[in-house]
């Protein structure tokens, strides 16, 4: 057979260890151990599906080999021999699935939560700490070497355990990094003062290991290789620590970077880390580790035949797709359930409970629930499933009937798919996340589903009996002016027609009211296109909701371009172009040339009314139940699908 993506899948060994291709999952914190820090069967299946999926080794989360390492009450805990079993199980099951499984091995020094270890968080030196700007005191000696051989008891338990591998964790600010870093590590002893004697930490470390686990266990270790702050790790200084960490015995090196930069949103392109991998792989002869959102197995298989990396690090894309492995091998990139960069399962967690999650996934995290995702559970059956809207939720939830075996038929009013998520792709920046309609709508192809666009339909047609069941996913319009602000008078300019191209009438200085997402997006793509705009808020905060990478972006992004925001401030009245507005400081009054309404939405609920009493199964899902996110409707769609 031949093998797409020919350089990803070419077998490499870090040590003793042989991996059968260049693609790792790499070490995501996911909120799936219990809250006495053990391995559960949620966190078992997850990384079984990751295994099943081809991948060529998966780097178990960071897990904490000290209880004052810990980061969250549900971060696994390698501290006690308590803790083998469910990490035997864990491996087992990986090994079972054809898998290999290492272990990140981290303590989180100043960014341990002081909440769960009861006490303030340590650090090589006193500094501010990774949560609510509490201080973290400076570790005695003896408290240093306490954890060092606490790396080294982990590293024995997981290989008892039956784990092929351990990383240990130097970067991300976590307690590791503040050693090998100048911008936390200010001590001036063996453990700090210049460069080599920063190191020292690692190298005592890997010693511990070795003393435990013997020379042929294979460990590597992961870094930052940019603080992004003047006074911390950049590259040209990791050039020169990379090579220390090869000669203490380091197998790999796994190259990142500090601040949110790891894990970055849509605003930022694929592979943006990889340059940092680039510069550390000319200084060692270990394989080096390339990691940053490396999304397209294209720009995977490139990085490795250009010499960037060796070994290719996949986070989000396997929350994704547990299968992008696979599916790349079997030159199927168009079946990878895309990651969009969204970070709102991955890292915003609202919608999960603070487990990890994937909006373009809605089985990530219930491996255990959906055992038999994504064609299941079986229909006895077929039935004729009308699903009215074509946005992600209605997308999804005929996608997922129809891998069940039901009859589906699509039918959307306007001329293309993907509803209001169409819009939101409009705002500069976000044109990735258009990839998920194109991925969804390649697979509803595929799977057969009658697929109808410019089709309204009516409840006539939805109860004429035709169809067994109805799946409403009509989606939301935006608020009724004159019923919601009553003192309001045009003219008035929606939102969502700027996002979907007018400019007919639109005026500098243009008053964007509601400065929530749709909102902000309209302030965005205006200000590029140099509108002067202005934001009125009624909340204290823009775009609220938005994950955290995506909104620190998005609000320099409008701070750059001159975007002037009024937060806590209500429109009060408006009269052609001249607004009354109500803010801390009083009322006052604004003459803008045009005016933009996004002050929220409400769902699409005549077709649903309509249908109360026909005798006809009928769901709701989607923004049509609630306006969200797309996270929220993806979800809403695959669990309606799976039970109509």
């Known amino acids: 057979m031949i093998v797409a993506y020919e350089h990803l899948f070419q077998p490499i060994d870090i040590g003793a260890l042989r991996l059968p291709n260049r693609l790792v999952m790499a070490p995501m914190g996911s909120g799936y151990a219990d809250t006495h820090h053990r391995v559960t069967d949620r966190m078992i299946a997850y990384h079984v599906s990751r295994a099943r999926g081809g991948i060529g080794l998966n780097i178990v989360e960071h897990s904490a080999v000290h209880p004052l390492g810990l980061c969250a009450e549900t971060m696994p805990g390698l501290w006690s021999d308590d803790f083998i079993p469910g990490l035997t199980a864990l491996a087992d099951a990986v ?82 990094n503040s050693f090998l870093s100048p911008l936390w590590n200010r001590r001036d002893d063996y453990w700090g003062g210049d460069m080599q004697r920063r190191t020292h930490f690692a190298k005592e470390v890997l010693a511990a290991i070795r003393e435990q686990c013997g020379e042929e266990f294979p460990v590597w270790c992961r870094v930052s290789a940019e603080d992004y702050h003047e006074d911390g790790m950049h590259p040209e200084e990791m050039q020169k620590v990379a090579p220390i960490l090869e000669y203490y015995g380091f197998r790999t090196i796994h190259v990142s970077t500090g601040s949110a930069m790891a894990g970055p949103s849509y605003y930022i392109p694929p592979g943006h880390l990889l340059p940092f991998a680039r510069m550390v792989r000319q200084v060692v002869s270990v394989p080096v580790i390339g990691v940053g959102s490396i999304v397209h197995p294209q720009l995977a298989d490139e990085a490795i035949a250009e010499g960037i990396c060796d070994i290719i690090a996949l986070g989000r894309p396997v929350l994704a797709d547990p299968e992008y ?44 629930d959906w055992p038999d995702w994504p064609d299941g559970p ?37 001329d293309r798919l993907g509803g209001a998520f169409v819009l939101a792709a409009a705002a500069p920046g ?215």
């Open 95 to 176: 090994h079972e699935a054809g898998g290999r499984i290492a272990m990140q091995l981290q303590h989180g020094g100043r960014q341990a939560n002081p909440d769960v270890i009861g006490q303030q968080c340590l650090s090589a030196s006193e500094c501010i700490a990774g949560r609510d700007n509490r201080i973290a005191i400076e570790m005695t000696d003896e408290q240093v070497w306490e954890v060092v051989q606490a790396f080294g008891a982990a590293a024995r338990r997981v290989q008892q355990a039956g784990f092929d591998g351990a990383e240990v964790h130097l970067a991300h600010g976590y307690l590791g």
């Open 430 to 644: 976000k044109e990735p996340i258009l990839e998920l309609i194109e991925y969804l709508e390649r697979q509803l192809e595929r799977v057969g589903v009658d697929i109808r666009l410019q089709t309204e339909v009516t409840a006539e047609m939805a109860s004429s009996g035709e169809f067994d069941a109805v799946i409403l996913a009509t989606g939301a319009h935006q608020r009724d002016i004159v019923r919601t602000r009553g003192e309001w008078h045009g003219p008035f300019i929606i939102a969502d027609e700027v996002l979907a191209g007018r400019r007919e009438g639109i005026v500098s200085p243009v008053a964007i009211i509601g400065g929530n997402v749709t909102g902000t997006n309209v302030a965005h793509l205006l200000a590029e296109e140099g509108y002067e705009c202005i934001i009125f808020q009624q909340g204290d905060a823009l775009a609220q909701g938005v994950p955290a990478h995506a909104h620190t972006a998005l609000l320099e992004a409008l701070d750059d371009l001159g975007v002037r925001v009024h937060t806590s401030t209500r429109v009060v009245a408006a009269q052609g172009g001249a607004i009354t507005a109500r803010g801390p400081d009083g009322e006052w009054q604004y003459e803008a040339g045009s005016i933009v309404i996004a002050i929220g939405r409400e769902p699409n609920a005549a077709l649903a009314e309509a249908l109360v009493d026909a005798a006809i199964e009928v769901h709701v899902v989607g923004d049509a139940f609630e306006p969200s996110h797309v996270q929220a409707a993806v979800s809403s769609g695959a669990e309606v699908g799976r039970r109509v």
């Open 378 to 414: 079986a229909v006895d059956a077929p039935r004729r499933v009308l699903v009215v809207g074509g946005g992600p939720a209605g997308m999804q939830a005929a996608l997922t009937a129809a891998r069940r075996g039901h009859r589906v038929t699509l039918c959307e009013k306007a």
């Open 325 to 368: 492995a696979l599916k790349a091998a079997e030159d199927r990139a168009d079946d990878i359930i895309p990651c969009i960069l969204c970070s709102q399962g991955c890292q915003e967690r609202s919608f999960s409970n603070g487990m990890v999650s994937c909006a373009t996934n809605p089985a990530t995290g219930r491996e255990v």
